[in-house]
């Protein structure tokens, strides 16, 4: 299985900053990779897909990219409504896989 | 508007049987893979199941397979998940998601005497 590794597990940041989360892939997935917000009680909101393409009517202050193997969401200016868990996913071969999540707090 | 509903969860004993269903609406349902995502409480989702458009093809996590069965019937939109022999590590809210982009609300299996 292609084994997906996020960091940081948790995030503190105020509102106004940039911040950056990374998903490192065990193998090659090409750019199969999407990233999930989810709230308390929700299902996951896809923000980005293909590693960079953000999802329709999701705010332009998340962007996505990749390097190789390596992923990175990014979330300029956070906002109040950005403080969430965070989950990356790979769809490139199954069994498709899952970070552990960013928990991203206020700080 | 794409909706995914599902229902079916509930509590039910080790060993025991449960068949999900998900209801879809918004889209060319046939065109579709559909997938089933699990989420444990307090933990990441895991991926389930997957079946393609004319329901043909389905692939299983290895914590699955031979227990649970995904199966769809395009006359009614709808994708199921039948579950034999139940185990307390498979307590989760159960997702059906279209592709990567559509989720539905989740519905919760608790596994447990």
């Known amino acids: 299985d292609i084994q997906m590794t996020q960091s940081p597990s948790t995030l503190s940041a105020s509102v106004g900053d940039t911040v950056t989360i990374t998903c490192r892939a065990s193998q090659s997935i090409s750019s199969w990779l999407a990233w999930y917000q989810q709230k308390p009680g929700k299902a996951p909101k896809l923000l980005i897909y293909?590693?960079?393409s953000l999802q329709n009517g999701v705010p332009s202050r998340f962007s996505g990219s990749e390097s190789g193997t390596e992923f990175t969401l990014t979330i300029s200016s956070l906002q109040p409504d950005d403080f969430a868990t965070y989950y990356c996913h790979q769809y490139n071969t199954y069994p498709y896989t899952f970070g552990q999540g960013t928990k991203l707090e206020i700080k | 508007e794409v909706q995914l509903v599902e229902s079916g969860g509930g509590l039910v004993q080790p060993g025991g049987s449960l068949r999900l269903s998900c209801e879809a609406s918004g889209f060319s349902f046939i065109s579709y893979w559909m997938h089933w995502v699990r989420q444990a409480p307090g933990k990441g989702p895991v991926w389930v199941s997957r079946?393609?458009?004319?329901?043909?093809?389905?692939n299983y996590a290895d914590s699955v397979k031979g227990r649970f069965t995904m199966s769809r019937d395009n006359a009614k939109n709808a994708v199921y998940l039948q579950m034999n022999s139940l185990r307390a590590e498979d307590t989760a809210v159960y997702y059906c998601t279209r592709g990567v982009d559509h989720w539905g609300q989740g519905t919760l299996v608790t596994v447990s005497s």
């Open positions: 079946i393609n458009g004319d329901g043909i093809s389905t």
């Open positions: 293909k590693a960079s």
